[in-house]
Nanobody
Framework: QVQLVESGGGLVQAGGSLRLSCAASGRTFSVSAMHWFRQASGKEREFVAGISRSSGSTNYAESVKGRFTISRDNSKNTVYLQMSSLKPEDTAVYYC??????????WGQGTQVTVSS
């Protein structure tokens, strides 16, 4: 089992920045990658960014490229999402996901990000 706890969400004005954190505990050695997803009200959950636990390689949704940066600190079992130049359409609940090969994935409880115009 892997437990995930997100933090860092809040209310910010358009153009502002926030940094989200996702702290993992439990069988973290089994995690191969960490992802951030988001779900706006009335919409499906969508992929935002991902990072490999070993290589640190990253990938992003087109909608956030150049504005969001995902990073990790393996010593703290924590992944971050630095969000800049935020837009009202970035408003959503942000979730982190731990990818464990061969098993079910694990999700955090989510953290609300609200961007006012």
């Amino acid at each position: 089992q892997v437990q995930l706890v997100e933090s860092g969400g809040g209310l910010v004005q358009a153009g502002g920045s926030l940094r989200l954190s996702c702290a993992a505990s439990g069988r973290t050695f089994s995690v191969s990658a960490m992802h951030w997803f988001r779900q706006a009200s009335g919409k499906e959950r969508e992929f935002v960014a991902g990072i490999s636990r070993s290589s640190g390689s990253t990938n992003y949704a087109e909608s956030v490229k150049g504005r969001f940066t995902i990073s990790r600190d393996n010593s703290k079992n924590t992944v971050y999402l630095q969000m800049s130049s935020l837009k009202p359409e970035d408003t959503a609940v942000y979730y982190c996901k731990a990818v464990v090969p061969g098993t079910s994935h694990y999700w955090g409880q989510g953290t609300q990000v609200t961007v006012s115009s």
